[in-house]
């Protein structure tokens, strides 16, 4: 996995976001505190005080670039770029 501190930048910069694997996403919101529950081949993450549930799906190794849109928009809105447990 690539590092938190530089995936976390990748993905807040909206340059990349076709080009992010999925298992890093993944890890990236576990990271975050987020709890992920899996239901076939979706993958639904939820943190207590986000309202937001983040829904992902793999296409093939790599995350879907508009569930990483969403990923960044949830971080950003709820201020979890800063790391860590929010």
């Known amino acids: 996995m690539a590092t938190y501190k530089k995936l976390l930048e ?22 975050l505190g987020f709890e992920e529950r899996s239901r076939g081949s979706h993958h639904i993450f939820v943190k207590s005080g986000i309202e937001d ?12 670039p508009y569930q990483v849109r969403q990923v960044r928009a949830v971080i950003t809105q709820y201020g979890l770029e800063q790391g860590g447990n929010n």
Request: charged fraction near 30%; proline fraction near 0%.
């Open 10 to 31: 990748r993905l807040l910069s909206g340059r990349s976001d076709a080009n992010i694997r999925f298992d890093d996403l993944r890890n990236l919101l576990v990271l």
């Open 53 to 64: 549930m983040i829904n992902l799906q793999k296409e093939g190794h790599m995350a879907k």
